[in-house]
C-alpha cells in the first residue's frame, strides 16, 4: 500500500540486530519530528524485500550493511576496503536510486561461518579453508538468504573455498543456533554480531581466503523524504559512533539469549545514552 502524505515509515529486515537499529531509528524519528506520522515496519522477509520497498517508495529508511549494498544490491565485486567500500555504495545509490547512506554506526557485521567447539576440536578446524578437507563428512545448515546470495553467500564460499557439504538444510534466522548446538548440522553461516555465537559455543571460522567484504551498518534513507524532512539526517546520524562490535553483540544477546523484546532494548539504549529522555 502507498505512503500517505506526512507520513514516514521506517523498516528492518528479519534479525534481532536490524530489528532493534530500526527501533531506534523509529524511536528517535518519533520523538524529534514533530507533526509527522512516524511508522514502524519492523521484521521485513529479507533484504531483497526491504530494498525494494525502498526503491518503490513505500518505505524510507531501514538499516543495511555495506558490504551487501556492494556486493548484493549493486553486483560489484568484493573489496576489503572499509572506507572505499562505504564511499562506494554511497555515490552509487545516489547516483542510481536516489537514496542515502548516512553515516556508519560503528560495527562490522560480517558474515562467517561457525561450528561447534566440539567439531572444531575434532576436525581441527581454525579457518575455513580447513574445511576442504572434510566438509564432505558434514551437512551445512544456514538461512535462506545466505543460500540465494550468490557473491557473498552460499555459492561464493563453495567456489571459492572448494567445499562440498553431505548435503544442506535451510533453516529460519531465529532456529539455526539451537539447531547446530543439537547437532541438526554442524556447519553454519553465521553473523559476526550475534550474541548467541557466546551462549552456544560456536567457533567462528577464519575467512582466510577473504571471500566477506566488511559490513558496516548504517541507515539508507530516500533522498525525497530527506528533502521533505532535512532534520532525519542530524537525528539519524546521532548514532554514529556510539556502537561497536561489542556493544552491538551485547544488544543481541539481550533479545536472542536474554529474551528481553527488541523495543524495550533500542529503547533502553537510546535512553542510557542521552540520545531520547
Ligand atoms: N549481514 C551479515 C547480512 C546478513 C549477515 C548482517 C551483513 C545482511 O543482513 O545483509
Excluded: C
Excluded at 2 to 9: D, L, M
Excluded at 94 to 110: C, E, K, M
Excluded at 144 to 151: G, L, S, T, Y
Excluded at 263 to 275: I, K, M, N, T, Y
Amino acid at each position: 500500500t502507498p505512503k500517505s502524505g506526512n507520513t514516514i515509515v521506517i523498516g528492518s529486515k528479519n534479525f534481532s540486530e536490524s530489528i532493534v537499529l530500526g527501533n531506534m531509528m523509529y524511536d528517535l524519528l518519533k520523538a524529534k519530528l514533530k507533526h509527522v506520522n512516524v511508522q514502524n515496519q519492523p521484521n521485513l522477509a529479507s533484504t531483497l524485500v526491504a530494498w525494494t520497498s525502498v526503491k518503490d517508495g513505500q518505505l524510507d529508511i531501514y538499516p543495511e550493511y555495506t558490504g551487501t549494498g556492494l556486493v548484493d544490491i549493486l553486483k560489484k565485486p568484493a573489496s576489503t576496503n572499509t572506507e572505499q567500500v562505504y564511499q562506494t555504495v554511497k555515490q552509487e545509490y545516489a547516483r542510481q536510486y536516489h537514496v542515502d547512506w548516512l553515516d556508519p554506526i560503528g560495527f562490522n557485521n560480517t558474515y562467517a561461518v561457525a561450528v561447534p567447539k566440539a567439531i572444531a576440536h575434532k576436525y581441527h578446524l581454525t579457518k575455513i579453508s580447513d574445511l576442504a578437507a572434510v566438509s564432505s563428512q558434514l551437512v551445512f545448515g544456514g538461512d535462506p538468504e545466505f543460500f540465494i546470495r550468490h557473491d557473498d553467500g552460499f555459492p561464493a564460499l563453495m567456489s571459492k573455498y572448494g567445499l562440498n557439504f553431505q548435503s544442506t538444510r535451510q533453516i529460519d534466522v531465529g532456529l539455526k543456533y539451537l539447531a547446530v548446538a543439537s547437532d541438526q548440522f554442524q556447519v553454519t553461516d553465521a553473523y559476526s554480531t550475534d550474541g548467541a555465537l557466546i551462549r552456544y559455543n560456536l567457533v567462528v571460522l577464519q575467512d582466510d581466503k577473504h571471500l566477506f567484504p566488511p559490513y558496516y551498518a548504517a541507515p539508507l534513507v530516500r533522498e525525497d523524504t530527506l528533502k521533505a524532512y532535512p532534520e532525519i539526517k542530524p537525528i539519524l546520524n546521532e548514532l554514529s559512533g556510539k556502537i561497536n562490535n561489542e556493544t552491538m553483540k551485547q544488544l543481541n544477546y539481550q533479545v536472542d539469549v536474554q529474551h528481553k523484546s527488541a523495543d524495550d532494548v533500542a529503547r533502553q539504549f537510546l535512553v542510557s545514552h542521552g540520545l531520547l529522555s
